[in-house]
């Protein structure tokens, strides 16, 4: 189903090295936008989300865990009613799954959740617990998750300092298996922009496509220099590698979007339909926005191509 949004080969006229993204309206133009998943459910105080008839307008419908209602994620997110992060949403079988983040910027101690929701509407979400938590000192941070179920219940996570990670989840449960492995998925250590920041890769999304599993992470600091990479393996849980065969591991990743034209800093990506998460603006005077791109997936590398629908 994800295949029939992807363009054909050949379809695309390349007016720039990294196409604009695609025109968004509606109230999802409001400075709310990090994270993105397609629904669209965004990072923000409660989780606000919006939904959308053609991808081009979107309407504000409210707020998963209202007026303060997530209290269990008070403890990593430093109180009542502050931003909980990267919220990733999958319905299968009628039924939304939801997991998100709490944290605060610089700390390990941190937690993903698990919500689950019949129906989207306020009011409908249960918590279903916490997944994964970190403690500062950890080799990892529970940070930005991206659940997949090909071939496995797996969710993919982290790190900002240690790269990405990922851990089998009990389908029933949808908690990490009894006794599964933390599996080691990427990480850099190559330096960042800008200079004297943090080798950071965070915000993995993990996606199948024919033959390869596609492993798509945020690159340097939450700032104009963010942007998107991309390495992929014929397995899920190992063996990432750059079109060059640099492993992921050992600073590997294709750039397929960085900053170019007006746009600083696309990273926070979500595949399906690219959903990015742009900053537009000079630097120092940044904005959150959310963006749209089609990929080209036919050389077995995704590349973004230029449209003007959806
Ligand atoms: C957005 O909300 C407006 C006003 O409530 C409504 O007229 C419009 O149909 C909605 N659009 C979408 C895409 O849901
Ligand atoms: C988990 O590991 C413990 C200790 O090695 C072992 O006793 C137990 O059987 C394992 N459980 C499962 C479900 O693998
Ligand atoms: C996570 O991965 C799934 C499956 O590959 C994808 O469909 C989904 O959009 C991703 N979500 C986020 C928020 O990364
Ligand atoms: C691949 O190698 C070439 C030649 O050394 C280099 O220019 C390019 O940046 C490398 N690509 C990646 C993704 O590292």
Known sequence: MHTAIFLIALLAS??????NPLPMKGDITSPQGGSPTLSCIAGGVGIPYYTSTDMVTWNSTGRVWPDGGASWTDEYSGG???????????????????????????????????????????????????????????????IDPNFSIDPVHYLTFGSYWTGI???????????????????????????ALPAAQPAAEEAPVLFKYADWWYLFTSWNSDNEYYQTRVT????????YVDSNGTAALRNGGDVILTR?????????????????????????????????????????????????TP
């Open 14 to 19: 390349f007016a720039n090295a990294y196409p």
């Open 80 to 142: 009542p009613n502050r931003k909980l992060w990267a919220p990733d949403c999958t319905v299968l079988d009628g039924v939304i799954h939801l997991f998100y983040c709490a944290s605060t910027i610089g700390s390990q101690h941190s937690a993903i959740f698990y919500a689950t929701s019949d129906t989207g509407g306020v009011g409908s979400w249960t918590n279903g617990g916490l997944v994964v938590s970190t403690n500062d000192g950890d080799d990892r941070n529970a």
């Open 165 to 191: 990670y990922g851990v089998q989840l009990d389908p029933t449960t949808m908690m990490p298996r009894v006794n599964a492995t933390t599996d080691h998925l990427a990480q850099r250590t190559n330096g």
């Open 232 to 239: 992929r393996s014929s397995t899920y849980n190992s063996g």
């Open 260 to 308: 170019h034209d007006s746009i600083l800093g696309p990273g926070g990506e979500d595949t399906f339909v690219n959903t990015d998460d742009y900053k537009t603006g000079s630097p120092g005077s940044l904005a959150f926005h959310i963006g749209l791109n089609r990929m080209d997936m036919s050389s077995g590398w995704p590349v973004l191509v230029n449209t003007s």
